[in-house]
């Protein structure tokens, strides 16, 4: 699953709860080339999902 895809289906993970928009910039389409990128791609991902997660139960965000 390319990284766009994974982080739009975390976004919605977070449903109802907290509206979250994802927009991945020109720098992190730049860093996951060439494609195939796996590590890059997944630190990325598990950054966006601590980062949803911390500002969910810390920050008690309804947006993000």
Request: glycine share 12%; hydrophobic share 45%; charged share 15%.
């Given at each position: ?32 080339r ?31």
């Open positions: 699953m390319a990284l766009d895809a994974a982080l739009r289906e975390l976004a919605g993970a977070y449903g109802p709860g907290m509206r979250v928009a994802i927009k991945l910039g020109d720098a992190v389409m730049q860093a996951l060439p494609p195939g990128e796996p590590t890059r791609a997944t630190a990325i991902y598990r950054i966006c999902e601590q980062g949803l997660l911390n500002v969910a139960i810390h920050g008690h965000a309804t947006e993000c």
